[in-house]
């Protein structure tokens, strides 16, 4: 296990309703709604979240599984560990895990489910990333995510860049990390192949996350909050490859939202549920 794996016992009481918290958006609750339900997750069950980001689904997963529960947090990175909110009175014991998810530090058949948000499109190996889930998944066990489709993401702002400036910008968001390099690969074709290996009663539906940008502080925190605690945000990945590119990157998007009143940027993405086989994985 990592030195991160510290695991923390909240105070006695019964597993609760999910505590909203004003960091997150109105569509992020539904996401996570969505893919919690999905889960099945009952009091006192072991539940892994495979990429924290800004700990919406773990926070969510530990009010459901209650003090007799408990969410195993991975993550690659360890601000996104270290930054986890407090769940609150009743909640489950975190336990934080500092691993890529194709390799889970866990024993098979330990967890009754695995739920994760935009883990897999960032997976280098997705054969390997979802072969390991059906490991650690107990048969009967479930599988509830959702991934957005990031080579299907549009935006309809009228941006006042050169051909040339638009592909270096994109070339430096591409590089950002690591696992930024193999986002436009996954859709919900690929994936469900991929979770017929180990996995029955596979359900997967296709959805659009919505944002609309409105005005010009709109604008700023669209392109300088950063996606995940360890990834800088849009003007700050292409500062730093170009500084002057970033500046006339983001003049760009203030004089679109100057002229147009409203941008909408939509990325498709998919909800995907799957319940463990309980025949060994082939």
């Given at each position: 296990?990592?030195?991160?794996?510290?695991?923390?016992?909240?105070?006695?009481?019964?597993?609760?309703?999910?505590?909203?918290?004003?960091?997150?958006?109105?569509?992020?609750?539904?996401?996570?709604?969505?893919?919690?339900?999905?889960?099945?997750?009952?009091?006192?069950?072991?539940?892994?979240?495979?990429?924290?980001?800004?700990?919406?689904?773990?926070?969510?997963?530990?009010?459901?599984?209650?003090?007799?529960?408990?969410?195993?947090?991975?993550?690659?990175?360890?601000?996104?560990?270290?930054?986890?909110?407090?769940?609150?009175?009743?909640?489950?014991?975190?336990?934080?895990?500092?691993?890529?998810?194709?390799?889970?530090?866990?024993?098979?058949?330990?967890?009754?489910?695995?739920?994760?948000?935009?883990?897999?499109?960032?997976?280098?190996?997705?054969?390997?990333?979802?072969?390991?889930?059906?490991?650690?998944?107990?048969?009967?066990?479930?599988?509830?995510l959702f991934e957005p489709v990031y080579a299907e993401r549009r935006h309809d702002a009228n941006l006042r860049l050169t051909p040339a400036e638009i592909h270096a910008a994109e070339e430096a968001l591409?590089?950002?990390?690591?696992?930024?390099?193999?986002?436009?690969?996954?859709?919900?074709?690929?994936?469900?192949?991929?979770?017929?290996?180990?996995?029955?009663?596979?359900?997967?539906?296709?959805?659009?996350?919505?944002?609309?940008?409105?005005?010009?502080?709109?604008?700023?925190?669209?392109?300088?909050?950063?996606?995940?605690?360890?990834?800088?945000?849009?003007?700050?990945t292409i500062a730093a490859h170009d500084r002057e590119l970033a500046a006339r990157y983001a003049t760009a998007w203030h004089q679109a939202i100057d002229t147009q009143a409203k941008i909408t940027i939509?990325?498709?993405?998919?909800?995907?549920?799957?319940?463990?086989?309980?025949?060994?994985?082939?």
């Open positions: 296990m990592s030195a991160l794996d510290v695991a923390r016992q909240r105070p006695t009481g019964q597993a609760g309703p999910i505590v909203e918290r004003q960091a997150f958006s109105d569509g992020e609750i539904r996401m996570r709604d969505r893919v919690l339900s999905g889960a099945q997750i009952s009091p006192g069950d072991h539940v892994i979240d495979l990429s924290v980001g800004n700990g919406l689904l773990t926070l969510g997963a530990l009010s459901l599984v209650g003090v007799g529960g408990t969410v195993t947090a991975i993550d690659r990175s360890h601000q996104a560990l270290e930054t986890i909110p407090p769940a609150g009175f009743g909640a489950g014991t975190l336990r934080r895990v500092l691993t890529e998810i194709a390799d889970v530090p866990l024993q098979e058949d330990t967890a009754d489910a695995v739920v994760a948000r935009a883990a897999f499109a960032h997976a280098p190996d997705l054969i390997r990333a979802f072969r390991e889930v059906a490991r650690v998944v107990r048969p009967g066990g479930r599988l509830s591409q590089w950002a990390t690591p696992g930024a390099r193999y986002m436009h690969r996954l859709d919900m074709r690929t994936a469900t192949r991929h979770v017929r290996r180990g996995f029955r009663d596979i359900e997967a539906t296709m959805d659009t996350v919505v944002v609309r940008l409105e005005g010009r502080n709109d604008v700023h925190a669209y392109l300088h909050r950063p996606p995940h605690p360890s990834v800088p945000s849009t003007v700050d939509t990325t498709p993405g998919f909800y995907l549920t799957a319940t463990r086989a309980d025949t060994p994985i082939a």
